[in-house]
Nanobody, 126 residues
Framework: QLQLEESGGGLVQPGGSLRLSCAAS????????IGWFRQAPGKEREGVSC????????YYADGVKGRFTISRDSAKKTVYLQMNNLKPEDTAVYYC???????????????????WGQGTQVTVSS
């Protein structure tokens, strides 16, 4: 059974850091692109970042470039999202999701992803 499970969310002050984890089970990361999305109350889900399977190419939304870093540990079947210099506008539920092979230029389209985790809450507040 293919599953994704996020962890690492929490409450952090502006300027702080968090590292989210997305643990995969039931499939190999070698044939999967993993994306991170977020959804704030009253807003649409937005693509934040993605990492492709074979070449580990990465993609970032403009609002997180230079602050967030996506990486993966294939042995642990886990994808990470390191979030630094967090801002109140980063507050949201963060989800990871799986699509085949490559992120591509349309990595931000949620409809391209087949499997989703249940999300982890990130709150940035003083």
């Amino acid at each position: 059974q293919l599953q994704l499970e996020e962890s690492g969310g929490g409450l952090v002050q502006p300027g702080g850091s968090l590292r989210l984890s997305c643990a995969a089970s039931g499939f190999t990361l070698g044939y999967s692109a993993i994306g991170w999305f977020r959804q704030a109350p009253g807003k649409e889900r937005e693509g934040v970042s993605c990492i492709s399977s074979s070449d580990a190419s990465t993609y970032y939304a403009d609002g997180v470039k230079g602050r967030f870093t996506i990486s993966r540990d294939s042995a642990k079947k886990t994808v990470y999202l390191q979030m630094n210099n967090l801002k109140p506008e980063d507050t949201a539920v963060y989800y990871c999701a799986r699509k085949s092979l490559f992120c591509g230029s349309t990595y931000y389209r949620s409809e391209e992803y087949e499997y989703w985790g249940q999300g982890t809450q990130v709150t940035v507040s003083s």
